[in-house]
């Protein structure tokens, strides 16, 4: 970061958001690398992905101390739908999952994403979670696990995406057994309503404990999932393959 900390000029930052913040979107993670990116451009620097993922990281952990993962910024630096792999020296491993464009449409197609109505500070809800890490190893290996069965029914075109679905339950599932801070009554209420209006799966994005949630249903199914839960903002999404750009370069030698 030393060309951000040769910066001796005025700069002035304005940040916009679409959505709310602390809702589980990585709407920080997303401030950090976008800004890192920016100053590094502003000095005539186009930096990595893996860099500005990396420095991102250290930003929030070791300098700011929050309670955070670093899944966040790795997904804002590299954008896309990837597997990321964490090392135990700290290190990790970004690799793109590679889907047809209709198996791609096909998952799209079959997620709602909702706004629970509440936002919280995940900082103190994975404080939780990393304090419980040592007594859930057995559920953790599980849900690892899962990955791979996962990534085996998405990319393959013959594959029941539904079972896609209903592996979302089995995580969801786990990972809200894992402290009592990651879902709450409100939150299993809107779960359990899409359950029985068909949805197969879901889970709160983030930390928990509020914020937006993605569900999982058939596309048949959905109109009687968006009418029961019509008390909720429902937002339209794509997936998007980018990550952080840089949109307009004019250096002017800061």
Known sequence: MEAIKKINKGVEIHHDGDLPARTGLGSS????VGLLHAVYALKGSMQTKM???????????????????????????FGGFNVTRFNPDNTFQVSPVILSADRLNCLQNHLIFCFTGFSRIASEIAKEQIESTNKKKAELSVMQQMVDEALAIL???????TEFGKLLNESWQLKRSLTSK??????????????????????????GGGGF???????????????RLKRLLMVPFEFETSGSQIIVYQPNGL
């Open 155 to 161: 990319t393959s075109d013959n594959a029941d995406i």
């Open 182 to 207: 990651i879902s709450t009554p409100h939150v299993d209420e809107i779960y359990e309503e899409a359950r029985r209006e068909g949805a197969l799966g879901g889970k709160l994005l983030g930390a």
């Open 213 to 227: 949630m993605v569900i999982f249903a058939k596309p048949e199914d959905q109109p009687r999932i968006r009418e």
């Open 51 to 77: 860099r500005l993922a990396t420095e991102a990281i250290h930003i929030e952990q070791d300098i700011i101390k929050e309670n955070v993962g670093s899944q966040d910024q790795i997904a804002a630096a």
């Open 29 to 32: 993670s997303s401030f950090t």
